[in-house]
């Protein structure tokens, strides 16, 4: 799919989906192109990857994120990161002084686009910052990277990172940091400097011998200033988030985790469930005594996970592979009482389960879509459901539904979804509904710039159960009226309990409005549709100069290139190297194909020069010719920790020899006569593994290797058996 600014690949059954982001981009373009100086209005309040080597490339995943607190405040999913990334490629491709020369030399080589070198807080920020300025939402307007930075600066003793602290670590918040510290810091340098100083900072970085100082190039674009001197104003936490008087002190029940954790009380109170991950190990699920917090049962889970009790099992989303490329979240059910654990769906993209009255729902992720399995109201086709409750007794529904930049928490009878009624609508973001067993429905709201837990009833306004410092996510009510909740601190996330969560805390709660969505309008971009083209994005976009000294053998020199067409049905590499004198060739070039999916085939060859000297006949020259060609096919079996791998394949070795002068080679070199050699082999590879976010290497499992080679030489009898057997333990 073409438009003036961009080409979409895109499957076939995504077509109708990708005329949003189509017209999106093609916006996004002309804002990033063209800014406007005019100051804009900034409104109260599952991702891509960017590459610009070896061309301009851009990959986002369209169904919209579950369970990410930064992404999800969004007015269109496809709208803000279609942004964010376009905000990357403007940045990273951007280059002028002696960068530009070198690209018109070389090509679009690695190494030669300047704003890659930067600190990711100023690449991740800036991208962030523009999601942001150009949409009515984002991270920037977003409470979560308020939490995080509230957090970090307490624990500082009120004074900001560094900026050359603010980069990715795996110290806590780790890769959420950059985009935290650096989109403040930019939102913070336009509000104060003008709107225009973001660009001509690119301007100024793309330009620069040393690419990485960014400090130098703040005080170029805006005098009088520093990036040390307006760093830790740009970043420091908002004075007064008027969240009221502070909730009284909590019980920590779990701290010092790397994820949320979400905790989920079952339906006769007494036993609790939370995901632990301590970024030392796998992730596992613990159930616990409601009432002493004692563990009951634990069971490892992957990524991506949420969960609920429907009766004494918890139905448990997470992700897996379904095939070698392909990630799915599906559906299992644990019973913890008896251990048993068994995978309920497969490749079905079910998120946030729901269990109330001994009922199921959940959420069906597409193509920028998140719809409940239940009947649901009407709504527009763009509209994200991105949370569900069923009550205890399984005749309503409440939802929390994003349509046009409109975030609303809607409730509805069960069997009537026709007579929904939106209990609340706003700018802000809403997440984490739940029941408690009185009817209240209790939910997390972001209207004072901080997260905290609010609860609706039929006889009341909204009111806030917490009044938490750096906010409260994911509330479950205990069957003695008390409240667990996710809390955050400069070291991670905790699990909190506080008792007396019925009594509000201060009055009725003020919610901004919903604003004006301006949505790229569906006649606003021409679109062309043909088939997918692929040598555009296949072909050489850049060359390397590469020298080889073999002394007497040859002084090579030659070029080296390599590409992938941008879906990844092909990959190449090659190289080809020259010696004037005496007159050699050099070569290598690898093919990889993956268009069949599962089988991806490999092909490769090489020829390259050697040489053997000194000998004993000082004016003689022996160099050893090696060249050799392999096809081979891999077979791929991924599960979240495991991969099993079988390669076969079919190779091809020849080895020659030359003289200089012309000399017989068996008065110089017994036994460097010609041999071809051909053959084949097959690889089998096995290995589980478990990576933390701490671990230095993986870790409590194994991988483990053998491969097996037969080879004969052609014109004799002669063959050779090859074992090898490679175990490494963790």
């Excluded at 490629?89 to 679009?108: A, E, N, S």
């Excluded at 709107?195 to 009088?224: K, M, N, Y």
């Excluded at 988030?241 to 002190?249: D, H, L, M, N, W």
């Excluded at 089988?599 to 050697?610: G, I, K, N, T």
Aim: charged share 20%; aromatic share 10%.
């Amino acid at each position: 799919m073409y438009t003036p600014h961009s080409a979409l690949r895109i499957p076939y059954s995504f077509s109708l989906a990708a005329r949003r982001p189509s017209r999106s981009s093609s916006r996004s373009v002309e804002q990033l192109a063209h800014p406007p100086h005019p100051p804009l209005p900034h409104p109260l309040p599952a991702n891509g990857f960017t590459s610009v080597v070896p061309s301009n490339r851009i990959t986002i995943f369209a169904a919209p994120p579950a369970g990410d607190h930064g992404l999800l405040f969004f007015d269109s999913w496809l709208r803000l990161v279609t942004t964010h990334e376009l905000a990357h490629v403007f940045h990273l491709d951007r280059t002028k002084g002696i960068w530009r020369p070198l690209q018109y030399v070389f090509g679009r080589a690695p190494g030669l686009f300047p704003n890659e070198y930067q600190p990711s807080w100023a690449i991740e920020g800036l991208a962030t910052y523009y999601e942001s300025r150009f949409t009515n939402a984002g991270r920037v307007r977003g409470s979560f990277h308020t939490q995080l930075l509230e957090a970090d600066q307490a624990a500082g003793g009120g004074a900001s990172r560094s900026p050359w602290d603010a980069t990715l670590f795996t110290r806590w918040a780790d890769g959420l940091v950059p985009y935290a510290y650096g989109s403040r810091f930019l939102h913070y340098l336009a509000e104060t400097a003008g709107d225009s100083v973001v660009p001509r900072l690119v301007e100024a970085t793309s330009a620069q011998l040393i690419p990485f100082r960014v400090g130098r190039q703040v005080s170029r674009v805006v005098p009088g200033r520093s990036l040390a001197g307006e760093w830790r104003r740009g970043t420091e936490p908002v004075p007064d988030t008027g969240a009221g008087p502070a909730s009284p002190p909590a019980r920590v029940i779990d701290s010092l985790l790397r994820t949320e954790p979400v905790p989920r009380v079952s339906p006769d109170g007494r036993r609790m469930a939370y995901v632990r991950e301590d970024g030392k190990g796998a992730s596992e699920l613990r159930v616990l005594d409601a009432a002493t917090f004692r563990t009951l049962a634990t069971h490892q889970v992957n990524g991506g996970v949420d969960y609920d009790w429907v009766g004494d099992t918890l139905v448990v989303a997470q992700l897996d592979f379904t095939s070698r490329w392909r990630v799915r979240s599906d559906l299992y059910r644990w019973v913890p009482a008896t251990g048993a654990w068994r995978r309920a769906t497969h490749g079905a993209r079910l998120v946030a389960p729901a269990g109330g009255g001994g009922r199921l729902a959940a959420i069906t992720l597409g193509p920028a879509s998140g719809r409940p399995t239940v009947p649901t109201p009407d709504d527009s086709n763009d509209a994200v459901w991105t949370d569900l409750a069923l009550s205890p007794d399984g005749r309503w529904v409440a939802g929390i539904r994003c349509s046009d930049a409109r975030w609303s928490l809607i409730l509805w009878p069960a069997q009537s979804p026709a007579a929904a009624v939106a209990l609340l609508e706003t700018r802000g973001s809403l997440a984490d509904v739940v029941w408690t067993s009185d009817g209240e429905l209790w939910f997390v709201a972001d209207p004072t710039g901080l997260p905290q837990v609010y609860r609706w009833t039929d006889s009341a306004a909204v009111q806030p159960l917490t009044a938490e410092r750096f906010g409260a996510r994911a509330p479950a009510p205990l069957a003695d009226g008390g409240l667990l909740y996710a809390g955050l601190t400069a070291r991670g996330w905790e699990l909190r309990r506080t008792g007396a969560a019925a009594s509000s805390r201060s009055g009725p709660v003020t919610f901004a409005a919903p604003l004006p969505f301006d949505s790229a309008p569906a006649s606003a971009v021409p679109l062309r549709e043909t088939g997918y083209a692929m040598w555009p994005s296949l072909r050489p976009h850049f060359w390397l100069p590469l020298w080889q000294n073999e002394g007497p053998t040859g002084r090579f020199g030659g070029v080296l290139t390599a590409g992938t067409d941008v879906v990844g049905r092909y990959a190449y590499a090659g190289d080809l190297l020259f010696s004037p004198e005496p007159s050699r060739l050099e070569a290598d070039f690898l093919l990889v194909a993956s268009v069949f999916g599962n089988p991806v085939f490999d092909l490769s060859a090489s020829s390259s020069w050697a040489d053997l000297g000194p000998l004993a006949m000082p004016n003689v020259t022996l160099s050893e010719l090696d060249q050799t060609a392999a096809l081979g096919a891999s077979f791929v079996t991924r599960r979240w920790r495991g991969v099993t791998s079988l390669r076969v394949a079919a190779e091809v070795e020849r080895t020659d020899f030359a003289a200089i002068p012309d000399t017989s080679l068996a008065t110089v070199c017994a036994g460097c006569g010609r041999q071809d050699l051909y053959g084949g082999s097959a690889t089998l590879t096995l290995s589980r593994l478990v990576t933390g976010a701490l671990s230095v290497s993986p870790e409590d499992g194994f991988a483990w290797s053998g491969t097996y080679r037969r080879r004969e030489e052609r014109g004799t009898t002669r063959w050779s058996n090859e074992l090898r057997s490679r175990l490494a333990r963790a």
